[in-house]
């Protein structure tokens, strides 16, 4: 613990590594340390899962290492603070070029809402709250249809709610509640 800093700095260089299989291993030592140690994670949450969300733009023809990265994501996502893995994914996640970045982000909010439940997503606290809706329109309006995919799901986990459709009207602009009526008003009926 007295080194966890440490370790992180040298294990970040390795998941950058061109080799794959040094690279999974470091992308499995994250996976680790995010389960084992949880909430101590916290604090290097941001900068490791930063890493480990633009491995997967640089080893876009390499499934392998993008399912290893995706299991290393859903243990920080699982073990750290929900508000720490919300500010990792709408900082580096959310608008990001590459369409498996997003993907592998809107894949991540999903995981986050279903660990939370919706009524934890909608009550716990205004910026929490907000942030994740104003993410959670994005993803769903996204240009490639796996991220939408999931936005959609966790639209529909969370109009079950009786709280959602009053925060959804006061927190998203206009224009993207339209785009998106459909959805959850289908979404609502469930």
């Not at 490791?48 to 290492?65: D, E, K, W």
Request: some cysteine; charged content about 20%; aromatic content about 4%.
């Amino acid at each position: 613990m007295v080194k966890l800093h440490e370790v992180c700095l040298v294990v970040m260089e390795e998941v950058k590594n061109l080799r794959s299989c040094v690279a999974c291993a470091a992308i499995d030592t994250f996976a680790s340390l995010y389960a084992n140690l949880q909430k101590d994670m916290d604090n290097e949450a941001e900068r490791t899962g930063r890493i480990l969300l633009l491995r997967i733009a640089q080893a876009s023809a390499n499934t392998f290492v993008q399912q290893q990265v995706n299991v290393a994501l859903a243990a920080l996502v699982q073990n750290c603070s929900p508000g720490r893995v919300l500010t990792l994914l709408l900082n580096t996640g959310l608008c990001h070029l590459s369409p498996a970045v997003r993907t592998s982000t809107a894949q991540q909010l999903q995981r986050l809402a279903d660990r939370l439940g919706a009524a934890a997503v909608l009550r716990s606290g205004q910026s929490f709250t907000l942030r994740f809706l104003i993410a959670l329109s994005k993803i769903s309006l996204d240009a490639a249809a796996e991220v939408r995919a999931h936005g959609r799901a966790i639209i529909e986990t969370l109009a079950q709610h009786r709280d959602f459709m009053q925060l959804w009207q006061q927190t998203i602009p206009l224009n993207e509640q339209i785009s998106l009526e459909k959805i959850v008003q289908n979404a609502a009926k469930k």
